[in-house]
C-alpha cells in the first residue's frame, strides 16, 4: 500500500500529560479517569481519543460497502456511528481494550444495517489494525422507522 496521510501527534506527562498533533490542529490536555485511579480531571484520555477516531473512520468507510449491497449516498442520510473503547485490566500488568460499535441508520432496515456494518468492519482502516487483536462487538441501533 501507498503512505497518502500520515498524522503525527506527541504526547508528554503519559496519561496526566497533554496530546498535540504536530500541525497544531490538535492540542488536549490529558486526565486519568478515576475509575482507573486518577482524579477524574477535565482532560480527555487516550480512550477517549481512539473512541473518537475509530467512530469517524468506521462512519467514513460506511460508503464502500453501499455499493455493494446496491445502495446509494443517501442510505447514510441522517446516520452515526458511536464506539465505546473499555479498558480492561487482567492480572497485574496485563492490559487490553474492546470496543463496541453502534450504528443508527434511519434510512435502512435492521437487515441492510447489519450487512453495512459487517461490510464495512472488513474494509475500515480500524477495524483492520484491531483484527485479532481487540474484540470489537457491532451494533445496529434500533430506529423508530427505515425509509
Same mark, same amino acid.
Given at each position: 500500500?501507498?503512505?497518502?496521510?500520515? +498524522?503525527?501527534?506527541?504526547?508528554?506527562?503519559?496519561?496526566?500529560?497533554?496530546? +498535540?498533533? =504536530?500541525?497544531?490542529?490538535?492540542?488536549?490536555?490529558? !486526565?486519568?479517569? !478515576? @475509575?482507573? *485511579?486518577?482524579?477524574?480531571?477535565?482532560?480527555?484520555?487516550?480512550?477517549?481519543?481512539?473512541?473518537?477516531?475509530?467512530?469517524?473512520?468506521?462512519?467514513?468507510?460506511?460508503?464502500?460497502?453501499?455499493?455493494? %449491497?446496491?445502495?446509494?449516498?443517501?442510505?447514510?442520510? *441522517? =446516520? !452515526?456511528?458511536? &464506539?465505546? /473503547?473499555?479498558?480492561?485490566?487482567?492480572?497485574? *500488568?496485563?492490559? *487490553?481494550? &474492546?470496543?463496541?460499535? =453502534?450504528?443508527?441508520?434511519? #434510512? %435502512?432496515? @435492521?437487515?441492510? &444495517? #447489519?450487512?453495512?456494518?459487517?461490510?464495512?468492519?472488513?474494509?475500515?482502516?480500524?477495524?483492520? +489494525?484491531? &483484527?485479532?487483536? /481487540?474484540? /470489537?462487538?457491532?451494533?445496529?441501533?434500533?430506529? !423508530?422507522?427505515? +425509509?
Amino acid at each position: 500500500m501507498d503512505r497518502i496521510y500520515t +498524522a503525527e501527534a506527541t504526547a508528554t506527562g503519559a496519561r496526566t500529560g497533554e496530546v +498535540a498533533s =504536530s500541525d497544531g490542529r490538535l492540542e488536549a490536555q490529558l !486526565s486519568r479517569p !478515576s @475509575e482507573m *485511579g486518577g482524579d477524574g480531571g477535565p482532560g480527555t484520555n487516550p480512550e477517549q481519543l481512539f473512541a473518537a477516531g475509530y467512530a469517524a473512520c468506521f462512519h467514513s468507510a460506511m460508503r464502500f460497502g453501499l455499493e455493494e %449491497l446496491g445502495l446509494g449516498p443517501s442510505a447514510l442520510d *441522517g =446516520s !452515526s456511528v458511536t &464506539a465505546r /473503547v473499555h479498558f480492561l485490566r487482567g492480572s497485574p *500488568g496485563d492490559f *487490553g481494550l &474492546a470496543v463496541d460499535l =453502534s450504528a443508527r441508520l434511519p #434510512r %435502512l432496515d @435492521e437487515e441492510q &444495517a #447489519r450487512q453495512l456494518m459487517e461490510k464495512t468492519h472488513t474494509v475500515c482502516p480500524y477495524s483492520r +489494525a484491531t &483484527a485479532g487483536n /481487540v474484540e /470489537v462487538v457491532l451494533h445496529v441501533v434500533p430506529t !423508530s422507522s427505515a +425509509a
